[in-house]
């Protein structure tokens, strides 16, 4: 699907960074902080030659921004912020430490103002990032899958073939055990597409997260919340009158109670959904910093007993990551049905 490229970066005086060799801590900090966040390429190793410069080998990915009309080239010219990107006339450069482009003079300056944040004009980034990849990735995948999955019930007198026969017993799973028994029998029907959709987006996206590839999609915040967002959607916009009145005039309870708890249990309407994202975000970044501390580890120690232990730390705490990622999925799924449950549960039998 890509070219792997393979490129210098020329040492120049206005970017290069302190020649003093930093502590190998503060190295690690610096490429645990770097893999977790969004890039505009897949950066896979670098080396520094006989010549003493920095070789940086990676999948390009297309760089698209908006500055007074849509400029486009591949994300190799950003040479991770160490040189300036002459476009037509005007200058653009990364800035490293937030992987943000931004418009420079000829020399690729930064302008810093007294809070430390960087005045430069910011212009809007439509990038091909490798997040945004590797959902685009995902979101074919599942169709494929599910796409084959559907055409075998159809062929077959609906019993699945070939690796859908994976996927039906999790499928069943989630009508069975998350949908109904949360939802009901009447009404689950109308939100297993969502359930389903999110399940799986959620899985393959975190099992991707432990690959070498360094993606960390579920460890944005801003991806955790677009999936929050949709379940307090779907929630609030689908619910009965009995879900709003058991919020704002509970039955059964004195007036004055009611007043008092009126405001909470709105409240609880929106960090419910917060819940999700945070729990979601926080498990999946702290796997990837625990992770990639402890490979960290063997180059501090630089020993056979302290790199061998790292090692065999690394790779169980790998193992237990891959239970994580199917287990945080799972939760995300059975929240939200809880949720969807709350929000058409009939209490007319009860009263």
């Known amino acids: 699907m890509f070219l792997c490229s393979v490129y210098t970066v020329h040492s120049k005086p206005n970017y290069t960074e302190l020649n003093e060799e930093k502590d190998v801590s503060e190295t690690i900090k610096k490429y645990i902080k770097h893999h977790l966040k969004d890039t505009h390429g897949f950066y896979l190793t670098s080396f520094t030659n006989n010549k003493n410069k920095k070789i940086y080998i990676e999948l390009p990915l297309p760089v698209i921004i908006y500055d007074n009309g849509f400029k486009f080239w591949m994300s190799p010219k950003l040479k991770h912020g160490k040189e300036v990107i002459n476009h037509n006339g005007d200058y653009y450069r990364l800035y490293y430490e937030t992987n943000t482009i931004y418009k420079t003079n000829a020399q690729g300056d ?121 379940t307090f959607l779907i929630t609030n916009l689908t619910a009965n009158k009995n879900y709003w009145g058991h919020i704002f005039w509970m039955p059964g309870i ?39 501390s402890l490979i960290g580890l063997m180059f501090i120690f630089k020993a056979w007993i302290g790199s061998s ?39 007319s039998e009860a009263h």
């Open 110 to 230: 930064f302008i810093f103002n007294e809070n430390g944040k960087i005045n430069n004009i910011k212009p809007i980034d439509f990038s091909i990032t490798k997040n945004v990849l590797t959902i685009i990735i995902v979101s074919l995948l599942m169709l494929f899958l599910f796409g084959s999955l559907a055409k075998s019930y159809s062929k077959n007198n609906g019993v699945a073939k070939g690796i859908g026969r994976f996927f039906e017993p999790i499928i069943l799973y989630i009508r069975d055990d998350i949908a109904i028994p949360n939802i009901g029998v009447k009404k689950y029907k109308n939100y297993m597409s969502f359930l389903l959709t999110v399940f799986f987006f959620v899985w393959f996206l975190n099992m991707l997260g432990l690959t070498p590839l360094g993606v960390n999609v579920t460890g944005n915040i801003a991806v955790t919340f677009s999936l929050a967002l949709l």
């Open 309 to 347: 232990l790292s090692f065999l730390l690394a790779f169980f705490i790998a193992i237990i990551e891959i239970l994580v990622a199917l287990l945080q999925a799972y939760i995300f799924t059975m929240l939200s049905a809880l949720y969807f449950g709350f929000a058409v549960e009939d209490h």
């Open 254 to 292: 004195p007036v004055l109670i009611r007043i008092v708890l009126a405001p909470i249990e709105f409240l609880g309407v929106f960090i419910k959904p917060f819940s999700l994202l945070i729990r979601l975000y926080a498990n999946i970044q702290a796997g990837h910093i625990v992770l990639y």
